[in-house]
């Protein structure tokens, strides 16, 4: 991959840099750029592809899930504060981009191929093909998340207001969904099982294969728990309905149940496959004693199951499906040290730590758990599940055990969490840090000097699709997702007895920590919580979280009643880490910390009561989906009507830039 991207750079960025970005949809570029004579044989094929690559995720720090109930910045998210977040008048989500240059690629070769006219190895140029498919798909998975209906367009267009006026038309979601899992069953169909290369930097099947399951899970669930309102295709106040193209429409399954059952399906085929063909990673301090420091360190650099988030040879891991290589002496850094030095800026919430198990299986608040407490983070740490064990900082704990003269981002140990940002670049806002992907080499630690891999897809994700969508689907738990739930606790050294916390489980006492309890404002079922609950503490910081509470539509709660993100308990022995002079409260802009009379634990947003966070995280319908900018109605209608274009906006936003959601 690397040596491919440099290829790119040279030979194709001038061509893919100028194409046109027109206030409509892109146009076909030009031939005097894109020439004839290039996408004519295999390896054009690969670097052209190879630039789609950026689009896809990196995993540096884990932080990919802060702003949601599992991690938090010291600044909060505007979707929290209900008539902060408003339409744009340009930008937005509403953009073509990476789509136009999937289906410039796609509708050049695709005749080359059929003409016989390509050359080069024919398997290698079918499996470079299966790529951008699944960059098509790829590309169109980022607008479902946020937008939901989208114009489906499979061909580049000429420049003429009426054709890519007509163009915008939004297709119901449902139908961008089964456009989706199309173009990754072609992908799945072309691809090899291993790429080209012969390793895991490229794309390849299984890649695929746990999109989709990921895909169809979303947009299953998400017609579950948005079924009869305006989010869905033919729901109430559905605005799709309003546009004559789509005052018509019907589920090709004949009802939103076909469509739930039908994408359910899809869900749990994808995932067993992915799921029956990706072994887990071992995890040899599974069965752990609570050792000194320096033990841990030892211990933990030469654990496989943390290795995999540290290492700069991913391609040993059974689970790492897809991962991005760097090469120092090419001059191509990861941009950051993997180690508790970099995570900085954000911290793990109370309600995330609280809601892992203890070792034996049992919630903390449940009678025999032996939770210690909390009034020091090495007692939240005692006899938890293996993961918060491993991933939640101590301090005291070693950060480094082979020191380098590059390492000048380093710090030898774990020092007390920087909750106040008196340093400056190290702030610690919660007070509990990450340790995912610590690197215990100091030669990695220089500024920009790292070249450890970074994750794009980890197979473990199919264990949880499947567990997930087969509950969904039959209400009950089947002997695959039994098999596979299982073979994850005992791998996070948690009791797999499934059934003994289910029963301990209190509903409302998780729903104080964990959003996931919740589906449209209503408690889900002890088994269906249990199982996101499993899904939130093996994925953390991967970038999953709001896109599952988006889906699960497990934020409305929060339209009645406030949630206050919370950090460690500081009103107690761990207040002792800091200066008393330092510790300021209820002084206005100058205070450092709440106010012990609000919580004995740091609330981040209640320091100062100019803060608009202050009264507690709050929600709103409109927010499960990104608004339209106006920009792109008025160049779509007649006059500057924006009730002419074929656009419409989505739930609750209006057609007017800097407004807010209106009556949701």
Request: aromatic share 12%; proline share 5%; hydrophobic share 35%.
């Amino acid at each position: 991959m690397k040596q491919t991207l440099y290829i790119l750079l040279i030979a194709v960025t001038a061509l893919l840099m100028h194409a046109c970005n027109k206030d409509l949809l892109e146009i076909t570029p030009p031939s005097r750029i894109t020439p004839e004579n290039y996408l004519l044989e295999e390896s054009q094929l690969a670097t052209y592809v190879i630039r789609r690559y950026e689009t896809l995720p990196v995993f540096g720090t884990f932080d990919g899930d802060a702003h949601t109930d599992v991690g938090a910045r010291r600044g909060f998210d505007n979707r929290y504060v209900p008539g902060q977040w408003m339409v744009g008048q340009t930008g937005g989500e509403w953009s073509f981009t990476d789509i136009y240059q999937c289906n410039y690629f796609l509708e050049t070769v695709l005749p080359r191929l059929a003409a016989g006219t390509l050359t080069g190895n024919e398997d290698n140029i079918r499996h470079y093909i299966g790529e951008m498919y699944f960059m098509r798909a790829w590309a169109y998975w980022g607008k479902l998340q946020s937008l939901g209906d989208f114009p489906i367009i499979t061909h580049t267009l000429k420049e003429d207001k009426a054709s890519l006026t007509e163009a915008s038309k939004r297709a119901p979601q449902t139908e961008v969904a089964r456009f989706i899992i199309s173009d990754l069953d072609s992908a799945i169909l072309l691809m090899g099982v291993t790429a080209p290369s012969g390793g895991k930097n490229r794309l390849s099947k299984i890649c695929a294969q746990l999109l989709k399951s990921r895909v169809a899970l979303y947009e299953g669930t998400f017609l579950k728990y948005f079924r009869n309102t305006a989010y869905v295709p033919n729901g109430p106040k559905w605005p799709g309905k309003d546009k004559s193209y789509n005052a018509s429409y019907q589920f090709k399954s004949g009802s939103i149940e076909g469509e739930i059952d039908f994408f359910l399906t899809q869900a749990m085929e994808a995932a067993k496959t992915v799921a029956d063909a990706v072994p887990l990673v071992p995890n040899s301090m599974a069965k752990r004693l609570e050792t000194g420091n320096q033990d841990f360190a030892v211990a933990s650099e030469a654990n496989p199951y943390c290795r995999m988030y540290s290492a700069t040879d991913l391609s040993g891991f059974s689970e790492v499906l897809l991962w991005r290589d760097y090469d120092l002496g090419q001059g191509v850094s990861n941009g950051f040290p993997n180690t508790i030095q970099a995570a900085h800026g954000w911290g793990f919430t109370r309600g995330y730590v609280d809601r892992f198990l203890m070792a034996n299986g049992l919630p903390i608040y449940a009678t025999g758990s032996g939770y210690a407490g909390d009034d020091s983070i090495q007692l939240v740490r005692q006899n938890r599940d293996g993961r918060l064990w491993l991933f939640l900082a101590q301090p005291g704990q070693i950060n480094i055990l082979k020191p380098s003269s590059l390492g000048t981002h380093a710090t030898p140990v774990v020092g007390y969490p920087d909750i106040m940002n008196l340093i400056g670049n190290h702030d610690n806002s919660t007070g509990y840090m990450s340790r995912k992907g610590n690197v215990y080499d100091g030669a990695q630690l220089g500024n920009g000097r790292g070249d450890v891999g970074s994750i794009v897809f980890r197979g473990t994700e199919a264990y949880f699709n499947y567990m997930e969508a087969s509950y969904e689907k039959t209400g009950a738990l089947d002997g695959t997702a039994t098999a596979y739930w299982k073979a994850i606790r005992e791998r996070a050294g948690v009791d797999p007895d499934i059934q003994k916390t289910i029963a301990a489980t209190d509903l409302v006492k998780e729903a104080a920590n964990d959003w996931g309890v919740y589906s449209a404002g209503i408690m889900v079922d002890k088994t269906l919580y249990n199982i996101r609950r499993e899904r939130s503490c093996e994925l953390m910081g991967e970038g999953l979280r709001y896109m599952d509470l988006r889906r699960w539509r497990a934020m409305d709660q929060m339209i009645k009643t406030p949630y206050f993100i919370e950090g460690f308990k500081l009103w107690g022995p761990i207040k002792n880490w800091y200066s008393a002079s330092a510790l300021t409260y209820n002084i206005g802009d100058r205070s450092t910390v709440s106010d012990p009379a609000l919580s004995p634990y740091l609330r981040i947003y209640q320091k100062t009561p100019t803060v608009l966070a202050y009264n507690g995280y709050k929600w709103t319908l409109a927010h499960y989906f990104n608004p339209i900018a106006i920009q792109h109605f008025l160049i779509t209608s007649e006059d500057n009507d924006v009730n002419t274009s074929p656009i419409y906006q989505n739930p609750g936003w209006p057609i007017e830039a800097n407004k807010p959601p209106i009556g949701f």
